[in-house]
C-alpha cells in the first residue's frame, strides 16, 4: 500500500494492463532507490506508456502523453516561475509521474513550489532518496509494457482465431454470441432493427434483467457511429451486416471505467489497452464486438437461401419445447425478447405438412403444377426447397390472419406452429382464419374450408395438411398439444377427406393406431398377426403376399374387385389368397379373422411411417 510518505513494499505482482505509476513504483530497481511519494497521490493509477530520461526544461514539447519522467533535476529552472511552468507543461501534456532523484542538485529534497504544483495538478512526485540507476528502471518497466503489448496482441490474436473457427464451422448466431460473452466477460445481445432480441449471453448475470423492458431501453441506446460506445447506457454497440443490407446491432454492456476482472475469463490476462482512454471501453472490446459482428453477417449471407435469422431462433424454441432442451422459463423469456408472449396465453399447437415425403410423388398437385417449392419435381434439393416453401406459406398465413406465435419448420417434413392466443375461446376462429389464409397463399393447401368428415376424396398423397393439437393454457404444456399435433398429421396422411384442419376426432382407427405405435403391445400384436407373412415375403420377394392382402380386406373381402386392384387374373389371386391362409393359418373368409388383420395392417403402417 503506498501512504503520502512512503511508498510501501507489495507483493510485487503488476496486474494485466499497463504498468500504473503504482506498480512501477513497487519495482525492485525503484524500491532499490528508497521512493517517497511527496505528491500527486490521486494520480498514482495513472498508465505507464513508457519511461524517459530528461535532463532539460523544456521536454514537455518532446513527449506524447503517459511516459513516466526520470530526472536528477540538475538542467531544470533555478526559479520558482521556471518549476511552475515546468511541472504545469508535464501535467498539460499528461505525462504519468516524475521521479527526481536527491543528490546532485536536489540534496534534501525536492522545492516545495513543484511539490505544491504537482499535488494542484494531481501529478505523482516521486523522490528518489538514494542513487539508483535510471537503466535498470527503464529496462524493468519497458519489459513489463512490451509484456503487456505482446499480451493484447495474443488476446487480438485469440478473438481473431476464434472468431474464424465459427466462421469456417457456420457457427449460428448463439453460438457466436455466447463465445463473445465468454471471451469478453460481459453480458452480449444481438437484435434486429426492430430491437427484438435474436440471440444473448447475460455472461454470469440475470437474464431476466437483462432483457426487461429491452425494446424500450435498447432504443434509448443511440451511439455515433458504426461501432461506437454509449457511455450514458454503458453499451459498446456495433452495426451488423454486410454488403450495404445493415439487419441487426450487436450489444456488449462494459462496466464503463469499472474494474473488468470480476467477469473477466479468457482474456483477463489481456485485458488492458493502455491506449484507451478512462471510461472507454478498451481496444480489444472493440475488436472483438466488431470480429463478432462479421462471422454473424457472414454467417446470414452463407445461409442467405436459408430461413431467415428470426425463423431460426423460432426453430430454436420450438425444438426446445419438442425435446426439453431448454427449461420452459428460457423459451419463455427469449420468446418475449423476440417480441411472441407465450406466457398467460392460450397455446394451440399446429402442424402443417404434405401428405407425400417424396416431392416428386405422385398425386400431388404441386408436381403437376409445377409448384415452386418442387424444383423440377425431385433432386436432391426438391425436399428441402419445398420446406422452406411451405415454412414461407405458413409464416405469411400466420401474419395475414393476424395471429401471434413461433412457427418453424421441426423436421425434414413438417412446419410447426405454436399458436398463442388471449383465450380459449378465440381457438377455433383462429385456426379457421389460420387455415384460410393458408389456402390463399398455397394452391396445394385444402381447398373446401367447409369440407366436414364426409369430404372429398383426394387422392391420399397428395396436397398439404393441417393439424392441430388440444389447446393448454400453460407453457409447460404446450409439448403435449405440438406433439399431438404431429401425430394428428401423420395419422392423416393416407386420409381421403379434405378437411381445413384435421382435430383427434378426425382421425378415427388410423389416427388412435399412429398415437400407439410406440407401444410394445401394439408392435407384438402385429408380429403374431402378420410376422409369418412378413418373414415368408422376405425369403420369397417376388411374390409379396403382404400386398395381395391389403388389396383384399381394403376392397371389402370382394375377391374380383381384389383382384383387379391387385392386377392379377382371378385364378392367380385365389391361389395367393389359399397361401396366405396357410402361411398365417387363418381363414380368409371370416370376417372376424379379418378384422384382425385389417387392423395389424393398419398398426403396421402407422409404425412404418416416419
Not at 487480438?156 to 463465445?179: D, K, M, N, Y
Not at 481496444?283 to 464486438?289: E, S, Y
Not at 398467460?344 to 416428386?360: E, F, N, S, Y
Not at 423436421?411 to 393458408?438: C, I, M, N, Q, S
Request: aromatic share 4%; charged share 25%; net charge neutral.
Amino acid at each position: 500500500m503506498i501512504e503520502r510518505s512512503r511508498i510501501g513494499v507489495t507483493d510485487g505482482s503488476v496486474s494485466p494492463v499497463f504498468p500504473t505509476v503504482r506498480e512501477v513504483l513497487a519495482l525492485d530497481p525503484v524500491r532499490h532507490g528508497a521512493p517517497r511519494l511527496v505528491a500527486g497521490d490521486v494520480g498514482l493509477d495513472r498508465p505507464v506508456r513508457w519511461v524517459h530520461v530528461a535532463e532539460v526544461p523544456d521536454i514537455a514539447t518532446l513527449l506524447g502523453g503517459g511516459e513516466l519522467v526520470l530526472t536528477t533535476g540538475i538542467g531544470l529552472p533555478a526559479d520558482d516561475d521556471g518549476l511552475r511552468a515546468f511541472i504545469g507543461d508535464l501535467a498539460d501534456v499528461g505525462v504519468s509521474g516524475l521521479v527526481v532523484e536527491l543528490g546532485r542538485r536536489y540534496v534534501s529534497g525536492v522545492p516545495r513550489v513543484m511539490a505544491a504544483v504537482a499535488e494542484r495538478r494531481g501529478l505523482p512526485l516521486v523522490e528518489l532518496r538514494r542513487a539508483t540507476p535510471f537503466v535498470r528502471i527503464t529496462e524493468a518497466v519497458h519489459a513489463l509494457i512490451v509484456d503487456a503489448q505482446l499480451t493484447e496482441l495474443r488476446a487480438t490474436e485469440e478473438i481473431h482465431q476464434r472468431f474464424t473457427e465459427l466462421s469456417v464451422e457456420g457457427a449460428g448466431p448463439g453460438e457466436v454470441v455466447r463465445q463473445a460473452a465468454e471471451l469478453s466477460g460481459c453480458p452480449v445481445v444481438l437484435e434486429n432493427l426492430s430491437r427484438q432480441v435474436l440471440a444473448y449471453d447475460p455472461a454470469g448475470e440475470s437474464a431476466e434483467l437483462l432483457l426487461d423492458g429491452w425494446e424500450q431501453h435498447s432504443r434509448r441506446i443511440r451511439p455515433a457511429g458504426r461501432t461506437a460506445y454509449d457511455a450514458d447506457s454503458g453499451w459498446l454497440v456495433t452495426t451488423v451486416g454486410a454488403r450495404g443490407h445493415d439487419w441487426g446491432r450487436l450489444l456488449l454492456r462494459w462496466p464503463g471505467g469499472g474494474d473488468l476482472a470480476a467477469g473477466r475469463r479468457v482474456l483477463d490476462a489481456a485485458a488492458g489497452d493502455g491506449a484507451a482512454v478512462a471510461g472507454t471501453p478498451p481496444t480489444r472490446l472493440t475488436i472483438l464486438v466488431e470480429r463478432a459482428a462479421s462471422t454473424l453477417a457472414l454467417g446470414r449471407l452463407i445461409r442467405r437461401d436459408a430461413e431467415g435469422l428470426e425463423r431460426q431462433i423460432h426453430r430454436t424454441l420450438l425444438t426446445a419445447l419438442l425435446d426439453h432442451s431448454r427449461p420452459v422459463d428460457e423459451v419463455a423469456l427469449r420468446a418475449r425478447a423476440l417480441g411472441v408472449v407465450l406466457e398467460r396465453r392460450h397455446l394451440v399447437g399446429v402442424m402443417v405438412r404434405h401428405r407425400a415425403d417424396d416431392p416428386a410423388g405422385e398425386g400431388g398437385p404441386a408436381a403437376e403444377a409445377g409448384h415452386p417449392g418442387d424444383p423440377g419435381g425431385g433432386g436432391p434439393e426438391a425436399g428441402p426447397a419445398r420446406l422452406r416453401d411451405l415454412a414461407e406459406a405458413v409464416g405469411q398465413a400466420l401474419h395475414e390472419a393476424k395471429l401471434t406465435g413461433l412457427t418453424s419448420a421441426v423436421d425434414d417434413h413438417a412446419v410447426g406452429v405454436l399458436l398463442a392466443l388471449p383465450d380459449p375461446a378465440a381457438e377455433e376462429r383462429a385456426l379457421a382464419a389460420f387455415a384460410t389464409a393458408l389456402r390463399r397463399g398455397r394452391p396445394d393447401a385444402p381447398s373446401r374450408p367447409d369440407a366436414r368428415c364426409n369430404g372429398s376424396a383426394r387422392p391420399p398423397g397428395g396436397g398439404v395438411l393441417v393439424a392441430a393439437g388440444s389447446g393448454v393454457g400453460s407453457l409447460r404444456e404446450a409439448r403435449r398439444s405440438l406433439i399431438e399435433a404431429r401425430q394428428i398429421a401423420d395419422a392423416a396422411r393416407r386420409d381421403r377427406r379434405d378437411l381445413p384442419i384435421f382435430r383427434l376426432p378426425h382421425v378415427g382407427l388410423a389416427g388412435l393406431l399412429h398415437l400407439l405405435r410406440d407401444e410394445p403391445r401394439l408392435q407384438t400384436f402385429v408380429e403374431r398377426e402378420l410376422g409369418a407373412l412378413l418373414t415368408y415375403d422376405a425369403q420369397h420377394p417376388r411374390e409379396q403376399l403382404l400386398g395381395t392382402l391389403r388389396a383384399y380386406l381394403e376392397q371389402g373381402r370382394n375377391k374380383s374387385a381384389a383382384a383387379a386392384a391387385a392386377h392379377l387374373s382371378r385364378p392367380a389371386f385365389y391361389e395367393r389368397l389359399a397361401r396366405i391362409g396357410r402361411v398365417l393359418d387363418v381363414d380368409l373368409d371370416s370376417v372376424e379373422a379379418c378384422l384382425s388383420l385389417h387392423v395389424a395392417l393398419l398398426a403396421l403402417d402407422a409404425i412404418r411411417t416416419p
